[in-house]
């Protein structure tokens, strides 16, 4: 109760308006359907990261075999800065491919290395995108990034060269 009479005192005070918070908990959000990624979720391996700076060496030679597979990876480790505040940006991501096999922990040795990089949402996921392009060479790829929001604004960035529509619900970090 005090949470919530805190926000909307300072939020009003910031809005120079009467502002309402309703809180709740995560198992009473029916009515905001909660969504998530489909895909393959590659976060669980059993590996050692100590590189946090930003380097496209994870994705040399990172695809193997002659035979084309077409799959779904998905990673909630996502996270670089604002370009500007230098503040954290968490998201997931998820890639769609269609092309020679990636190999899963290289990628994510690859996506965990932002974590020290400033960047906008939009600039990391276009640099993803172009990344794997040029170093992994798909026939299809699209990438798709939902951001925790700042500022009350959501910033869910993709960049594809296929049809691919992204899903417009939130996931439970939203």
């Not at 084309?68 to 500007?84: A, G, M, Q, R």
Request: glycine residues 6%.
């Amino acid at each position: 109760m005090r949470v919530r009479q805190t926000l909307e005192r300072d939020l009003s005070t910031c809005a120079q308006g009467k502002v309402s918070v309703a809180l709740y908990r995560l198992d009473e959000l029916e009515g905001q359907p909660i969504g998530h990624f489909n895909g393959t979720c590659i976060d669980d391996q059993d590996i050692t990261i100590d590189n946090y700076e930003f380097t496209t060496d994870y994705l040399e030679n990172a695809t193997s075999g002659e035979k084309v597979v077409e799959e779904t990876l998905v990673s909630h480790l996502l996270k670089s800065n604002c370009l500007i505040t230098h503040q954290p940006d968490w998201g997931s991501i998820q890639i769609q491919y269609r092309g020679r096999q990636i190999d899963r922990e290289k990628l994510l040795r690859y996506l965990v290395s932002f974590r020290h990089h400033n960047e906008f949402h939009e600039q990391c996921v276009e640099r993803i995108f172009n990344d794997l392009l040029r170093f992994c060479q798909p026939e299809k790829l699209s990438v798709y990034a939902r951001y925790t929001r700042r500022g009350g604004l959501d910033i869910n960035p993709w960049r594809s060269n296929n049809d691919f529509v992204p899903s417009t619900t939130r996931l439970v970090r939203q």
